[in-house]
């Protein structure tokens, strides 16, 4: 049996050979702690020294300003947390995005139990943020706002360096969770001019349970974890260096490929739009239709359970409908219905994204099997009439 056609790089990604290599000496029998005073201890610290400079120089930031983090919502939970406990008090104001990653949108409401104001600024129908809605939302007791640099379940992408621009006139900071777009899209922090970025490691062929969060020299955090001085004293815990490894050589080879992944997956994500839009006219694009990642792609078939299409393609392409899937149904997207989708648009929609590993063939097969099982439900429901 031939494996299906993985089009879900947006939850995970593949570890890449190269990434595999890098880590290898570092896997079966390896000692070394990077806190040790020996020679297998600084063999360790030099690693994560050089895995330090690899992520710090994809953002352009200072080696100093990388903590690492055991993913992305640990790092998300770092910089939202860590910024109230160190500048905030109850009473001060958060704001957010209504179509943040629950990372985000659970840190912020762990904070408002702790008595913090939280206000969530609403995005458009293509999924963005008007920076005009942010300004309207700040004020004097701002201090810290988190807009995600791109959905994960649409691709749309914000314009982080004018809501920063803005977010900084009042004296506040900007966090910005770009997991879904290192390796995908320029993630400089001078580009988006964010305080805070959260990466997570996996989302860019590192792999599972490493990230990082790059801060802006000067701004202090309350850590999340206490304990000895690792990380600067801003992240206790003994480093996972193997993993640390991969996610070095996994920021140099994002670094590396990023213009040839911009062309070659943005123009496979649009041969991909096109074939199903030709075989189901009546598909609607979720999400930005230019402002978006190069590689996603998420389409809403009026009519279909998204959870019912996933069964039926689940043997021949690996896919997500960005909702939560119980017993056949897939309840509406949070993120489409504050898009202004209905319940049934939002229920019905199937998330697509690719990767460096995504080929024409993958492309060709994915929609005939996609829109053939499209197909097969509205004869399925004409029959139930």
């Not at 458009?124 to 701002?142: C, M």
Request: glycine share 10%; proline share 6%.
């Amino acid at each position: 049996m031939n494996e299906p056609i993985y089009l879900d790089y947006n939850a995970t990604t593949p570890l890449d050979p190269a990434v595999f290599e890098a880590m290898a000496p570092y896997l079966p029998g390896y000692v070394g702690n990077p806190s040790s005073d020996h020679l297998y201890g600084h063999r360790a610290r030099a690693a994560v020294g050089l895995a330090r400079q690899r992520v710090a120089a994809l953002f352009g930031a200072a080696p100093h300003e990388v903590i690492f983090t055991g993913g992305g919502s640990e790092a998300n939970n770092l910089a939202i947390k860590g910024i109230a406990s160190k500048f905030g008090a109850p009473g001060d104001q958060l704001i957010c995005s209504a179509v943040e990653h629950p990372s985000v949108a659970e840190s912020h409401q762990f904070l408002v139990r702790q008595g913090y104001r939280l206000t969530i600024v609403p995005v458009d129908r293509d999924g963005r943020v008007d920076p005009a809605h942010v300004a309207a939302a700040l004020t004097g007791r701002t201090i810290l706002v988190s807009i995600m640099h791109a959905n994960n379940e649409v691709g749309t992408l914000q314009p982080i360096r004018a809501i920063a621009h803005l977010v900084h006139a009042r004296g506040g900071l900007l966090h910005t969770d770009a997991a879904q777009t290192v390796g995908k899209v320029p993630v400089t922090r001078d580009m988006l001019d964010a305080d805070l970025i959260s990466i997570a490691g996996h989302k860019f062929s590192a792999p599972m349970g490493v990230g990082a969060l790059i801060v802006r020299s000067g701004i202090q955090l309350e850590p999340l974890i206490h304990g000895a001085g690792h990380e600067g004293g801003r992240r206790a815990g003994t480093e996972n260096v193997p993993g640390l490894v991969g996610l070095g050589a996994a920021a140099a080879l994002a670094a590396y490929r990023l213009p040839e992944y911009q062309d070659r997956i943005g123009a496979l994500r649009d041969r991909l739009q096109e074939r199903i839009l030709e075989r189901v006219p009546a598909a609607m694009l979720n999400g930005h239709p230019v402002e978006r990642l190069p590689n996603t792609l998420n389409l809403s078939f009026p009519g279909i359970n998204a959870a019912a299409l996933l069964a039926a393609v689940r043997d021949r392409v690996a896919c997500s409908t960005g909702s939560a899937c119980h017993a056949g149904q897939a309840t509406p997207s949070p993120v489409l219905l504050a898009m202004g989708r209905d319940e049934g648009l939002a229920a019905a929609a199937l998330r697509l994204s690719l990767g460096w590993r995504s080929t024409e063939q993958d492309v060709q097969q994915a929609a005939v099997a996609i829109t053939d099982a499209v197909h097969a439900l509205y004869g399925a429901a004409s029959v139930d009439r």
